[in-house]
């Protein structure tokens, strides 16, 4: 029997597609039918209504750079709890690394990450491969297989490649599938500290690591992407000049692309206070004018997407003098929050913050709307006979983070305490509701 | 020591005196080579070769890299035409230096040496020799530059096959950038008219080749489509140690040659492969092993073409 829902009341956000107005969606059988304006006649008998009160309804999102658990540290997070963590931050689409525990650098390994992502209450998952065997920088994956097995993309995580010549020969043999090569931009001979080189790193005695670790590397690559022809994507950008090497560069029309995440747009590096382990990132939180580089360059155009960054952590990771403590923070809950900071300051339209977390992602990931590869379902966007997966939320209604209190087994957020205005009200995967109550 | 020049010594004719490439070598200069093998095969097969052709001439293989299967070819062709013929397996790590090489030459021209083969791992080595011997020098293979007589032999087998050695369409598969017989190749199937395609990753057949008048196919269901002739090449394992490509299995999945790609090219469409082959790497058994596989032909029109060669080249040490 076919199921149908009807969200009335609601202002249709649809960056993929250009829409923004206010209007009702029709969902049948968990594809989005289509959608009309207020007053409109004919609404299927038995539909089940979902009053949206105004609230903006819009694709579920898509996170481009999330760690999860499994495989191996499931201690940490398991697909079922990053599951809860994304569905509560309206994400229905997490592209995995594929750093755990073993590497993703084996088909088989693609294909289990995609089966669970298939099952109705865990959130879509699309896995990147290993750019090299066990992440090791030395020598190339199986870019063919894996890519055919469904990664959608290719990088060896948080460890840079190092090697010029080896990016150089996976940029060249990317080609072969189109596959996108994603680069972690810290040049890791310069990148042995953890915390951004510079005053404060200098008072509480912290090893630094310069900003332009991250622009050494960006250079490079993209020199041997004008060199290859390849195509190549540089994960979490953090500095002013990584950004303007990107903005000359894709002024030029090299096929370079990047993101950056909340923590790089919202923090600076005096959030690690007195050595305040949570907000540990690799690359590490830099300067304020590093923030507002960023910041400039999410309202330019020259960043692609927003990523959640997600790196879930056991307190007894954190836990540690802040050298030895473990890189990164939670995100999937707080994803939408905080990126609605820069709506609310001017920075962005909410369109435009929405197209980083939607359909400018699944576009680099090769799963937008009709250009999704051969197996991927299209996500980003709510045309006709894209999956309903969807996130209701009030850009203006406030909440406030609280570690200890987030959904999902991980809490080390980086943004405790803060005060965020916009709140996912609702989550749908194919028309299924997995988050929130009534509206 | 002979001090020749290298312009208008390298192909046959009146004045050549070496065979060191096919590139710059004019079609009127292949089809007689051609033809002569042609006869040389028959002759072969018959058990009448003429075994006094080459009677008091010298012919010495200068092996500095391995290869049982050219060499061996060569000294049958050089029996088979009644030539002495001498082995010489160099260990490469006494001559990787050129002047050891120089010093190698005067040891030949001492021993009054009428033919010279050579293989050598370094590209232009040959040509070097060429320049200080006094014996005619047959490449047999430099680095990663030229295998002429490879390449005749490839061509004779496609003209005894399908009539005709233009208008073809030609795919080489597999390790183009690295392949010497690839580049002879190319030069000679370019120089007749003939349509060439390379075949392989990115890796291992840079779009750069593009520049040799060829079309690069990164993929072998577009590469193969209504060619005439699939040329298969060796993928060596240090290739895959190398990080130029990722495994065997990946290479088969996506470049070996099965049946279900043999079928995108022209009905009875030549298969070809210089050898020795990796079975299930480069070209499923089934394929190597079917009537559409030439490949033990080309084995047998090698001592042909090579008996062809040394013909000409001593004939024009006589004129």
Not at chain 2, 131 to 138: M, S, W
Not at chain 2, 261 to 266: G, S, T
């Amino acid at each position: 029997m076919s199921t149908c829902t009807v969200f009335e009341n609601v202002r249709l956000i649809d960056p993929a597609s250009g829409l923004d107005k206010p209007g009702r969606l029709l969902v049948r059988d968990g594809v989005v039918v289509g959608y009309d304006l207020p007053g409109s006649e004919g609404k299927p008998d038995e539909a089940e209504i979902v009053d949206g009160q105004g609230a903006v309804l819009c694709p579920g999102l898509v996170d481009m750079r999330v760690e999860i658990g499994e495989p191996g540290h499931e201690y940490r997070e398991t697909v079922k709890s990053a599951s809860r963590a994304a569905f509560a931050g309206g994400v229905t689409t997490v592209a995995v690394l594929p750093t755990g525990s073993p590497p993703i650098d084996d088909p088989a390994m693609v294909r289990m990450l995609r089966f669970r992502g298939e099952e109705p209450d865990y959130v879509s998952i699309l896995p990147y491969g290993a750019l090299t065997k066990g992440c090791q920088g030395a020598e190339l994956a199986e870019i063919g297989l894996l890519s055919e097995a469904g990664a959608v993309a290719f990088t060896d995580g948080n460890r840079a490649i190092a090697s010029a010549r080896q990016m150089k020969l996976a940029l060249t043999y990317a080609q072969a599938f189109d596959a996108l090569v994603v680069q972690h931009p810290e040049e890791p001979t310069l990148a042995g500290g953890c915390a951004t080189e510079g005053e404060l790193a200098l008072r509480l005695g912290l090893p630094g690591i310069p900003t332009a670790a991250e622009a050494i590397m960006i250079a490079r690559d993209i020199r041997l992407v004008e060199m290859t022809g390849g195509r190549l994507h540089f994960g979490h950008v953090s500095t002013g000049e990584g950004v303007e090497l990107i903005r000359q560069a894709k002024a030029r029309g090299v096929r370079v692309t990047c993101d950056t995440a909340p923590q790089y747009f919202d923090l600076n590096e005096t959030a690690i206070g007195d050595f305040r382990t949570y907000a540990k990132f690799s690359p590490p939180l830099r300067r304020e004018d590093d923030r507002l580089a960023i910041c400039a360059a999410l309202a330019d155009g020259t960043i692609d997407a927003i990523a959640s960054d997600h790196a879930p952590r056991d307190p007894d990771d954190k836990r540690l003098p802040f050298a030895q403590a473990s890189a990164g923070g939670t995100g999937l809950a707080t994803l939408l929050g905080v990126t609605l900071t820069r709506y609310h300051d001017g920075t962005l339209s909410l369109s435009d913050a929405l197209a980083l977390l939607t359909c400018r992602p699944a576009t680099l990931l090769g799963v937008s709307g009709a250009a999704a590869r051969g197996g991927s379902r299209p996500v980003g966007t709510l045309v006709a006979g894209a999956p309903a997966d969807l996130c209701l939320f009030d850009p203006d209604r406030a909440w406030q983070v609280i570690a200890g209190e987030l959904p999902g087994h991980a809490q080390n957020t980086p943004f405790d305490g803060r005060a965020l205005e916009g709140k996912v009200l609702g989550t749908w995967k194919n028309g299924r509701r997995v988050f929130g109550g009534a509206a | 020591m002979a001090e020749a020049s290298s312009g208008g010594s390298r192909f046959f004719g009146p004045s050549d005196r070496h065979l060191l490439g096919i590139q710059g070598m004019h079609p009127s200069r292949i089809e007689p080579i051609l033809d002569l093998a042609e006869s040389y095969a028959l002759l072969n097969r018959s058990r009448k070769t003429p075994r006094d052709l080459l009677r008091g001439r010298t012919l010495i293989n200068l092996f500095f890299e391995d290869s049982t299967r050219t060499r061996t070819s060569f000294e049958l062709a050089g029996k088979r035409l009644g030539a002495d013929v001498v082995n010489m397996s160099v260990a490469q790590s006494s001559v990787n230096k050129g002047e050891t090489l120089l010093d190698t030459a005067a040891t030949l021209n001492a021993m009054r040496t009428d033919l010279l083969v050579v293989r050598h791992s370094q590209s232009g080595a040959p040509a070097l020799l060429a320049q200080k011997v006094d014996a005619a020098v047959i490449n047999a293979g430099d680095g990663t530059h030229e295998h002429p007589t490879q390449a005749l032999l490839d061509a004779l087998t496609i003209r005894r096959h399908l009539g005709r050695l233009e208008g073809l369409t030609v795919a080489i598969c597999g390790d183009i950038a690295h392949s010497r017989v690839a580049r002879s190749n190319i030069h000679l199937l370019t120089s007749m008219a003939n349509k060439v395609r390379l075949v392989g990753p990115p890796t291992l057949v840079p779009r750069s080749m593009a520049s040799l008048g060829v079309e690069v196919h990164h993929s072998m269901e577009t590469g193969l489509r209504d060619v005439d002739v699939v040329m298969m090449l060796r993928l060596q394992k240090e290739r895959m140690s190398g990080g130029l490509i990722p495994s065997a299995r990946e290479y088969f999945r996506y470049y070996g040659l099965d049946q279900r790609r043999l079928d995108l090219a022209k009905p009875g469409a030549l298969v070809m492969h210089p050898g020795p082959m990796n079975r299930g790497v480069e070209i499923a058994s089934q394929i190597a092993d079917s009537d559409q596989s030439v490949i033990r032909e080309q084995v047998e029109m090698g001592v042909a073409v090579r008996m062809a060669v040394l013909d000409r080249l001593s004939r024009g040490g006589r004129s």
